[in-house]
């Protein structure tokens, strides 16, 4: 993020411009993949691993593995990863 007043050159400007453009551009082309709590674009055992670690080690509380954001990672969560277990969101 700039500062407020920042002055930039044109040259800067347009850099700005243009890393602004392909950021915007990289964001919409992410696939959603509910239960891939890890990110690594498929839902498999490693996640189920993960959330059953994530769910005891915060006491239930809010992980990466709260997929409905209800501020717990519970059982509810539990069920978005099984209910897409085996599901591949890698981009093209």
């Known amino acids: 993020?700039?500062?407020?007043?920042?002055?930039?050159?044109?040259?800067?400007?347009?850099a700005y411009q243009s890393l602004g453009a392909a950021l915007e551009k990289l964001e919409?082309?992410?696939i959603a993949c509910p239960?891939?709590?890890?990110?690594d674009?498929?839902?498999?055992q490693e996640d189920l691993a993960n959330w059953e670690r994530f769910s005891q080690l915060n006491?239930?509380?809010?992980?990466?593995?709260?997929?409905?954001?209800?501020?717990?990672?519970?059982?509810?969560d539990?069920?978005?990863?099984?209910a897409?277990?085996?599901r591949h969101c890698l981009s093209q």
Request: net charge negative; charged share 25%; glycine share 12%.
């Open 41 to 44: 674009g498929v839902v498999d």
């Open 35 to 39: 239960g891939d709590g890890n990110n």
């Open 1 to 14: 993020m700039l500062l407020l007043n920042a002055q930039l050159s044109e040259q800067q400007a347009q």
């Open 59 to 76: 006491e239930g509380r809010s992980s990466w593995y709260d997929f409905n954001l209800d501020g717990r990672t519970d059982e509810a």
């Open 28 to 30: 919409a082309s992410e």
């Open 78 to 82: 539990l069920a978005i990863v099984e």
């Open 84 to 86: 897409n277990m085996g």
